[in-house]
């Protein structure tokens, strides 16, 4: 029971970056229906920032609650910066001028994009594995002794908070705000939204930024849990979450959010009952046995085809 309860606190921890990256590969699709495949990639220059100014500015472990706490929030809005402008360039050149052309297309230079992010970083920052040293540590104990001690570290707190918060920020976004009416305009008619005043180039730009910026919270929770990234964690986590976008139901806020959940615990509960080895295929099995009953998702909506 208590390793049981100790993988679904990892699990949850886990699912929670995912489902954020999941929602900006949500929020995209729902607004212009086609899925941005550069955000992966955005989520580890989010990483990258992250670390690069964490070691500028000589944080470490010994530096004080405030002073660690304003060095974090100084990353953190640092690199959703530098995030929230790559995702609107992705919008300008991968898809606003492909906009009106058949599917492949964005598609293609999302890809594109992709590889141009990679290789930047690749040759910016070295191939080898970047490590960072522990920042924040200390947890509580939950249950159990010795082996079968079940704890939650501050870190995975502070993942878990964060994540709910930012959730909640979000709906209300969509649901209260000018942007949020916006965007579910754009999302049901974009030509219908444009001939009652939406800006929809706007409202689409301002789409890209905020998951672009939300990829970036992500990337930093992911250096800190982890302590390790390299060029290359964007192509996983960007798999990982846009699986977890599907699964839920693309189009999705909610959905997207359950299904980083559901990646994660899949994810963690076969590592720890099973083979380590084929946990991503266990995650893709699960996902295309959902499919097969349930074609839109845990929580999406069938499309309905506009005559």
């Known amino acids: 029971m208590e390793y049981f309860l100790q993988q679904l606190i990892n699990g949850v921890t886990l699912g929670s970056i995912y489902g954020l990256i999941a929602i900006g590969y949500t929020m995209v699709y729902g607004i212009i229906g086609m899925i941005n495949f550069a955000h992966g990639d955005v989520f580890m220059v989010g990483s990258f920032i992250s670390l690069i100014m964490l070691v500028l500015l000589g944080v470490s472990a010994a530096s004080g609650f405030f002073m660690l706490g304003l060095a974090l929030l100084l990353v953190l809005l640092v690199s959703m910066m530098f995030t929230a402008v790559w995702g609107w360039v992705v919008e300008r050149i991968a898809y606003r001028p492909l906009r009106g052309s058949f599917r492949l297309a964005p598609l293609i230079t999302a890809i594109g994009m992709s590889i141009v992010l990679q290789n930047l970083v690749q040759i910016t920052q ?50 209260r705000t000018s942007l949020g009416r916006a965007q579910r305009a754009c999302e049901q008619d974009r030509k219908m939204a444009a001939l009652l005043g939406v800006n929809v180039d706007r409202t689409i730009s301002l789409t890209f930024v905020t998951g672009a ?23 996983l986590a960007g798999v990982k979450a846009f699986t977890a976008a599907v699964l839920g139901g693309i189009g999705s806020l909610p959905g997207a959010m359950l299904g980083g959940l559901l990646i994660g615990l899949i994810e963690t509960f076969w590592s720890g009952y099973f083979s380590v080895e084929y946990k991503d295929v266990a995650a893709f099995s699960i996902l295309a046995i959902v499919l097969i009953f349930m074609p839109s998702g845990l929580l999406g909506k069938p499309e309905i085809e506009k005559v």
């Open 126 to 175: 070295g191939a080898r594995v970047k490590p960072l040293e522990p920042l924040i540590s200390g947890g509580y104990r939950i249950m159990g002794e010795g082996s079968n001690l079940v704890q939650i570290s501050n870190m995975q707190i502070m993942i878990i908070i964060t994540t709910v918060v930012l959730m909640a920020a979000f709906t209300m976004l969509i649901n």
């Open 213 to 235: 910026a939300l990829a970036a919270v992500a990337g930093m929770m992911f250096v800190l849990y982890y302590g390790v990234i390299d060029f290359f964690i964007g192509f």
